[in-house]
């Protein structure tokens, strides 16, 4: 059961004399006891295997603006997913696989045409999403191949689509493009055996795909990419003493250059850079 209240008041650069417009906005907005329900199933094929099946109701409250500089309604919407969960060795390697469905409505995503915002450039406005299916699959599998090494692996694949939407042209495209509709992710750290047990070493490897946005400013198209990448790092961990335990980390080890998030316009570009290779030694003392 959900009690939500919101107020805001924005009075932005009221005094300042330049192309930038001041922003002056007032947005309020309650929900009083909403009920969101959920249920889940979970069943034993055996002591190695479960499947389960679940499904909860949507109710996010979100505070982006339109157009108009109104606020955009609560997300609401169903959650569904079925899957598998395995035990072998004892506990010593887990595995799961889902397969999820969610319908929503009300999802916000960035205009495509800045310009026509009541308050560009100083607000970015958004639209509200008529409704938008996400169909996708996770996979995930983490334990230890022998007591000195631990790995773990997932793969997530989660595609977005318009159901509808008062702009026609969207039903069917896909939503939120500067969002990646694949994921992988590969960890391992491995302890050194014998005298060298207190030293242990590992990393990890990222991936993702291709994201995009596009729309028009002022009546110009624009495509703005940035193509499939993947990151690398390591780390590098010693056991001091029983209580002081040493650790480096090399983030981005090969120095991978790629862009964490996109613009949505080219009147006001802001892609963000993701952290170049970066060395960090941390020491943990526990008492």
């Not at 010693?238 to 650790?247: C, E, F, P, Y």
């Amino acid at each position: 059961m959900d009690w939500y209240d919101y107020d805001d008041t924005v009075n932005t650069y009221p005094n300042f004399t330049s192309n930038t417009p001041s922003v002056s906005a007032h947005n309020s907005y309650k929900v009083n006891s909403h009920l969101t329900k959920y249920a889940g199933l979970v069943y034993d094929l055996n002591d190695q295997h479960a499947i389960y099946a679940s499904y909860t109701d949507t109710f996010k409250p979100q505070n982006y603006l339109d157009a108009d500089s109104k606020l955009l309604a609560p997300v609401i919407g169903q959650n569904y997913e079925i899957g598998i969960k395995g035990e072998y060795f004892n506990g010593a390697l887990n595995a799961s696989a889902a397969v999820f469905l969610m319908d929503q409505k009300n999802r916000a995503f960035r205009s495509t045409d800045q310009t026509q915002c009541a308050n560009y450039p100083a607000v970015t406005c958004y639209s509200a999403a008529g409704e938008v299916r996400s169909k996708g699959v996770e996979l995930e599998v983490q334990g230890a191949i022998t007591p000195n090494w631990q790995i773990g692996a997932g793969y997530t694949v989660a595609i977005a689509r318009f159901r509808k939407d008062a702009t026609a042209s969207n039903v069917g495209e896909l939503f939120d493009t500067d969002t990646p509709r694949h994921l992988f992710k590969l960890s391992t750290m491995y302890r050194l055996p014998g005298a060298l047990q207190g030293w242990r070493i590992g990393g990890s490897v990222y991936r993702q795909g291709a994201i995009y946005n596009k729309g028009t400013t002022s009546g110009v198209p624009f495509n703005i990419t940035q193509s499939a990448y993947t990151v690398a790092d390591l780390v590098i961990g010693w056991q001091a003493t029983k209580n002081l335990d040493v650790r480096l980390n090399i983030n981005n080890v090969f120095d991978k250059k790629y862009y964490n998030a996109l613009s949505g316009s080219t009147g006001f570009p802001s892609n963000v850079y993701g952290e170049p290779r970066n060395v960090m030694l941390s020491a943990r003392y526990q008492f």
